[in-house]
């Protein structure tokens, strides 16, 4: 299972979009790598995440119109997190983690 994490200062990001970059963890062979995020634009990272092969993301929020992307990708979304975003990405392989279900309705910043 491939597991992308939302990253700030190697924690799980607050914010999906705002992350600095996302852990890509393999769940077959406990391998993890980091790539920047490459720009938060409304609807362009659920999808680029998932043409990586990302089958599972995990932060801490996330807009609404980010979640219901992953969802017709069939990408599980896992909100709420915290901590260490490489534990995380473990806890998640071992199915330990559970999402808080909240999803970001005013998040105080602009999509532009």
Do not use: W
Not at 80 to 104: F, H, I, N, T, Y
């Amino acid at each position: 299972m491939k597991i992308a994490v939302a990253v700030h200062n190697g924690q799980v990001a607050e914010h999906f979009g705002h992350c600095e970059e996302f852990l890509i963890y393999n769940s077959e062979d406990s391998q993890a790598t980091t790539i920047p995020n490459p720009g938060h634009k409304p609807g362009f990272l659920p999808n680029f995440l998932g043409d990586l092969g990302v089958q599972v993301i995990i932060a801490g929020g996330m807009g609404g119109g980010a979640v219901d992307i992953f969802s017709q990708r069939n990408i599980r979304v896992i909100l709420g997190a915290g901590g260490d975003a490489q534990k995380a990405a473990e806890a998640c392989s071992r199915g330990e983690l559970a999402s808080s279900g909240d999803v970001c309705r005013d998040h105080g910043h602009s999509h532009s």
